[in-house]
């Protein structure tokens, strides 16, 4: 079993920083996909940040030059170094991992139950 758990959320003021980290544990051979989704009230779940299964980094274009996403393969942990945050970054954050559990097997989707941040104006 695998499991993917979120720390680090809050409430925070607009222009405040945030770190977000999500540690994958259980039975995990390799993952080759990890990184944050995010929903806002009303809103559909959005990639937040990634690092692909080429080990480049995507962003969505709104966290651009703020965000900042790192991990410790190691330990399975991926970070989201959160700064200049803003109102409108409130959220459910969702740490979101593309995970094989034994050498031949195919990887499966596997994700954190969430971590609220809230940006207040």
């Known amino acids: 079993q695998v499991q993917l758990v979120e720390s680090g959320g809050g409430l925070v003021q607009a222009g405040g920083s945030l770190r977000l980290s999500c540690a994958a544990s259980?039975?995990?051979?390799?993952?080759?996909?990890m990184g944050w989704y995010r929903q806002a009230p009303g809103k559909q779940r959005e990639l937040v940040a990634v690092?692909?299964?080429?080990?480049?980094?995507n962003y969505t274009e709104s966290v651009k030059d703020r965000f900042t996403i790192s991990r410790d393969n190691a330990k399975n942990t991926v970070y989201l170094q959160m700064n200049s945050l803003k109102p409108e970054d409130t959220g459910v954050y969702y740490c979101?991992?593309?995970?094989?559990?034994?050498?031949?097997?195919?990887?499966?989707?596997?994700w954190g139950q969430g971590t609220q941040v809230t940006v207040s104006s």
């Open positions: 979101y991992g593309h995970i094989r559990v034994r050498a031949g097997l195919s990887y499966f989707a596997s």
């Open positions: 259980g039975s995990i051979f390799s993952i080759n996909v």
């Open positions: 690092f692909t299964s080429g080990g480049s980094t």
